[in-house]
Each structure stands twice: as structure tokens, then as C-alpha cells.
């Protein structure tokens, strides 16, 4: 959850200033990573030392497990002289991806994650982590004053009138992401319903286009 998100920033951050922590790589499954190191990044928790997360697409119970491959190039990555002022890393087979770009591209092949349009920013090869690509900085989110209350995110489909939505205002939605057609659509249909809903909580507006 946001805050697990949250307390977790926190545990990295007061570990790193009691001293003699210099890097931190976070294990973690598959289906949330992304949600997870972008969250951790926003939060700065690589701020002071590298942070590196990483999982396994394939257990080890299944032939050709690639937990402790993924987790030894997270380590390299993490101890790497080029990985300070990079925010928060995702390490998936060899390759180095940046929090801000990285997603689960595939349910099953042990490449899993994308960068999409950009690609990973590095890669480890032969013990050795090589970042070509730095990252811009951002500016850090403060941390909620509150337990974050879940955002619920509609994906618009052809024809969706939207009609739905008043639902999850009624059901107390503090506020709603929509994942619009092409550049952030919604039909016409809509529009009328969508202003209503955005009359009563935040709403953001957003693509369902990954580039």
C-alpha cells in the first residue's frame, strides 16, 4: 500500500542516518515493483545512498530461477561508484532501469521490466555496473501528513460514457486518475459526467499510451 510505500522510505532513511549503511537494495515481487521504487523515489529515499530494487520473475521451485542472478547485479549496482545521484534503481537481468520509466512488461520471460520509450539507463556485465545514462533530478515529495488513502485508476475504454464513476464518489473516492484514450481522451459522451465528478473531488487526467 501508499503507506507501506511510506514507512518503508522511512526505514531506509533512519537506517542510512544511524551510520554504516551504504546502500540499500530492497527485494520485492514482481506485480507492485514499479508502484514501489517510483513511490521510494518521489519520497527521496536514495537521496543520501544508492537504493536498488529487484525480484524474480521465476521461483525456486522452477527451472533456471533468476532471484539470486537479479539480486547479485542489484548488490553490484547498488555498490557501484556511478550509482550515487541516480535515485531509485530497478535491476531486472543485467539491466539497470530508472524508477521514473521502469514497468512490468511481461507475466512470464525473465527480462520482465521495460523502459519504455527510453530503455534501462545501464547494465552489469562481468561484476560491473555501467550507468550510460543519468537520470535528471526531481524534486522530493514530502511525505503524507496522513495515512494516504487509496486513489482508485479507471482506464477509459471506445464508448465509455463513464457512468460508473458516480459510484466511486459516492463510495468516498478522495480522488480518481483516468488512463484516457491516445493523448488523454475521454468521448463525448462523457464529458458532461466528467465534469460533474471533477466538480466534487480532484481528478487527473492522464494516457493509457505508455510513449
Known sequence: SLADVCELADV???RVRSGGVTAVVVTHGTDTIEETAFGLDLLGAANEVPVVVTGAMRSPNQDG???PANLHAAIVTALSE???GCGVLVVFDE???SARWVTKATTHRSWGFSSAPLGP???VAEERAVIALRPVAHDVLPRPRRRPQPVPIWQVAPADDLSLLTGLTDAGAPGLVLAGLGGGHVGAQAV???TAVAARIPVILSTRVSG
Do not use: S, V
Open 12 to 14: 531506509i532513511k533512519t
Open 65 to 67: 530461477p533468476d532471484g
Open 82 to 84: 556511478q550509482a550515487p
Open 95 to 97: 539491466a539497470i532501469h
Open 121 to 123: 539507463i545501464g547494465w
Open 192 to 194: 458532461e459526467r466528467l
